[in-house]
Structures are given as structure tokens and as C-alpha cells.
């Protein structure tokens, strides 16, 4: 039986603020608000949506660019498929990435489940793999 986890995919949005437009940040900090807000330091108006530096962005749909660096990385990748539906990002010296993906063993008769997916992609060089976790969920 071949099944999707669309449903999984939703909570997973909707948890990372991507209906409400609240960004969740990995360290727990409070969600940098939608609206535009001024500095009180600088007197400058941050643009919205801004997590904090290091912080992680909120779910969203891949960009061509994150298909492509998904699709570099996980090209020697053998044994499981993946198919990634959503992905955050974190701005470090390069870029985290966390994909949220189908996945499946590659041989016939397999069921789907979800998975998430760590690609690191330094500024200068190629992405690694870093974490591939299976997610339960029974």
C-alpha cells in the first residue's frame, strides 16, 4: 500500500507556525513576530519574518534551490528513496538545512513513511548528509 503523509506534513507546518506566521526558533526563543518592528537600539525597521541569527526559519515549501541542493546531496544515496515536501533553514557558515520527506526502501512492496532529513551546505565546497531520522508514527 502506497501512502502519503500529507496529513503529517500539515501538522508538521502548521507546528512551525507556517499557517499562524510565527517563526520557531531551535532554542525555544520567542517567535520573531509577523509585522515589521523598529529597533529601539538603531531606529531601523527589521523586515518580517527575521529569525535570529542561528535561529531556524519555519517550514516552508522547497524553493528550486533547495531541490537542487537536495538532489546533489542525496545523489549517492542508495537503498531508501526520499521525497522531500518541506524544508526549514538555519543560517549558519553555510546553511542547515532540515527536510521534511517520503521515504521508502527501494525494493518492491515497501510502505512510505516520513523522515527528516540534515543537510549541512558550507559556503564554500559541497552539502553533506548529516542526520537522516525515520519518524514514527504509531
Known amino acids: 500500500m502506497k501512502q502519503r503523509f500529507v ?46 541569527p542561528g535561529g531556524w526559519s519555519r517550514f516552508e515549501l522547497l524553493s528550486s534551490t533547495d531541490r537542487a541542493v537536495f538532489k546533489e546531496t542525496m545523489a549517492g544515496l542508495t537503498g531508501v528513496g526520499y521525497e522531500p ?6 543560517a549558519v557558515e553555510g546553511v542547515n538545512y532540515e527536510f521534511f520527506c517520503n521515504a521508502r526502501a527501494v525494493y518492491p512492496g515497501t510502505d512510505w513513511h516520513p523522515a527528516m532529513v ?13 542526520k537522516i531520522s525515520k519518524i514514527d508514527v504509531r
Not at 30 to 47: L, Q
Not at 85 to 90: G, I, N, S, T
Open 118 to 130: 540534515m543537510i549541512y551546505k558550507p559556503l564554500k565546497g559541497n552539502a553533506v548528509i548529516k
Open 7 to 52: 496529513p503529517a506534513l500539515i501538522i508538521v507546518l502548521a507546528m512551525s507556525g507556517f499557517f499562524s506566521g510565527a517563526s520557531v526558533a531551535a532554542d525555544s526563543s520567542p517567535a520573531v513576530p509577523k509585522k515589521a518592528a523598529t529597533t529601539p537600539e538603531s531606529g531601523k525597521t527589521v523586515a518580517k519574518d527575521v529569525p535570529k
Open 85 to 90: 515536501l518541506a524544508v526549514r533553514k538555519q
